[in-house]
């Protein structure tokens, strides 16, 4: 006889008022233990003895009993399951609070951590036995009264799939991909739009990831982050740090879902939430930095994981939408994919920020080189306009390289692991091995005191030689060791090292005296690049030169030329020739010679005398290469005494002498002349007469403009005027 469903068995039962037996279905509140299930609480930040000691009694107490829970035959854990109300808040509790692993704050205690361990085990084993409809052969539950029976005991929903994803996806893939398939996680698209719309509402912004649902009137006035209370933009980050790692986890433990995100054009909405939310936030923390420095580093941290997160979740849904169907599918249905991603980029290239932050873990250059492998037929011009606008998204920036992706994003899930811890996968792990692998890099020290101030300006209570440790070791790439340094993924080798390490100044080897540059810059008198100098050649003042007589002593350049010029001195009017020349130059007949004119008389008729055409001037050498003979006078000696004799006669005075005396002068000559031809003089024609112009011509000079003898007379004694 098969056996029925548990839903459909009766089992025999004992009342317990009267003890007479009675027959009961298999899943009846009256088979549920009395049984209190406390609830969880993380272990504590401290390892202050009395809250380790609270966490440890209270972890044991939640083991102890799902441990139990676990041993019950298949229909009393079913009727615990549903009756027991106190399971469920246990149950819930964990899934709100267990610690993720971007909460990891210090390292556990070993008792706490084992006890941790144990009970993160025993949780996911009880929703893994809650998920299972069959047990075995004898022990199920019919499809439809499970469904049933989930539904209405809300025993499974999508906020507790989610957190199931996040604490429980690392190495338990396929018992959660075989758990979720079981209902229907389509219905997670509208839930995570909500929560996405309702960030960007909180933050006073608007997208499109809110654009389903209307804004209320109470909303217009909310504050942007900057603006805001500080434990309010501490909720947001905290809210949209889980919300973005909870989206990656599910993603990633069920890619199924993908096809129906993209149905709700999730793609678009993810990166355009992504450009309203994410540079809000950035500049609220950095502006926040100077009021809680730990805080801050935390707010920092958990917006880092963040964007890596959402980032994330835009690859797994293009790696499962575009992708990887082009690299399984047949030639006949690539074409599909090509045109879902060309399409999915065109739509949001307007979306600079994200673009910038895709590219940089996940180059979309790289995409486009697979689509152009896998089909001859691309559209050149389209990839050629999207990854022209990708270029366009780091104008501006610096383009640093692209780093290998994090590891739980590139490898696949590890075998069926039921009892891995919680968490995440590790994340980017490779990070110090790529640090350590990257090139040399040759900085200033001015680019270098900037990399560390861009470090310092997020993290103010670092030291600088623990900074730059940190840049040396991973390329010198700020924002890679802020992210790592939040993250706490530091490398074992820097995690050891004291964080509040001073910079050791090193001696610049090029020092200030041997890098600037001088008048001198490598020549004889550098005195910067050269040991000695020719102090010899030195001229200290002003230059003495050299007295003009001895410049006009200096013959050297006449001795130089002389030899020169003597030569100009030999005439030869006639060319000897040697016996047995002659006849040579004499047959030596030219057939080229013109001799129509060699018969006219040139200047024969002309009345020009034989001795003047034919006689030449002697040659003169010029008078200074002349060698000085003594008692030789020289040809010219007659015209220089003449022009002596000329120097030394008295020169004429050409100055214009006083009018008055040149009149006396003229008037004595007159007088002389007339006594010559016996005139008499002015006596004898009367004194009167000359008395009167004696008169006038002494005081012509009193008024008017007529003093001109007076002043002449005041000039000569003074010697202005020669005599």
Known sequence: MPALPLDQLQLPDQDPKTGKPRTLPALHPARKAERYFVLYKPPPDSDTPALVEEFLERATFIADDLDWLLALPHHQFWCQVIFDETLQKCLDSYLRSAPRKFDAAAAPTSAVGDLQRRLHRSVFLTFLRMSTHKESRDHFISPSAFGEILYDNFLFDIPKMLDLCVLFGKGNGPLLQKMIGQFRPGETVPTVLQVLGSILRQCGLRGDAASAEPQKLGERGRTTPSHMPLEELKDIVLYLCDTSTTLWAFLDV?????????????CYRLASFYEAAIPELEAAIKKRRLEDSGLFADLWQRLSHSRKKLVGVFHILINQLCLLPILESSCDNIQLFIEEFLQIF?????????????????????????????????????????????????????????RAPPRDLAEPAAAAEPCGGGGERPEDTTAGAAGAAAPAVHLSRVELDSLISQVKDLLPDLGEGFVLACLEHYGYDAEQVI????????????????????????????????????????????????????????????????????????????????????????????????????QAFRDDYDDEYDDTYDGNQVGANDVDSDDELISRRPFTIPRILRTKVPNERPEDDDDEEEEEAEDDAPKPDHFIQDPAVLRERAEAR?????????????RARGGRTG???RKKEANKGARANHNRRNMADRKRSKGMIPS
């Open 670 to 682: 007159r007088m002389t002349f007339l006594a010559r031809r016996g005139y008499p003089g002015p």
């Open 346 to 402: 065109t739509s949001l290239l307007q979306e600079k920020r994200f673009l910038r932050d895709y590219d940089e873990l996940f180059p979309v250059a790289d995409d486009v080189s697979l689509l152009e492998q896998a089909s001859a037929a691309l559209d050149e011009t389209r990839t050629a306009y999207i990854l022209q606008a990708v270029e366009g998204a780091w104008e501006g920036v610096e383009r640093r390289p692209a």
């Open 483 to 582: 992210n790592n340094i939040l993250e706490e993924r530091l490398a074992p080798s820097l995690s050891r090292l004291d964080r509040t390490l001073n910079r050791q100044l090193e001696p610049d080897p090029t020092p200030l005296v041997t890098s600037r540059y001088n008048v001198f810059q490598n020549d004889e008198f550098d005195v910067f690049s050269r040991d000695s100098v020719d102090l010899s050649r030195v001229q200290k003042g002003r230059r003495r030169l050299e007295p003009t007589r001895s410049l006009l002593n200096d013959k050297r350049a006449v001795q130089e030329q002389r030899g020169r010029y003597e030569q100009y001195s030999v005439v030869v009017d006639e060319v000897p020739v040697q016996d047995g020349q002659g």
């Open 254 to 266: 069920f890619p199924q879902a993908c096809q129906t995100f993209q149905k709700h054009d999730f």
């Open 691 to 693: 008395q009167e112009r």
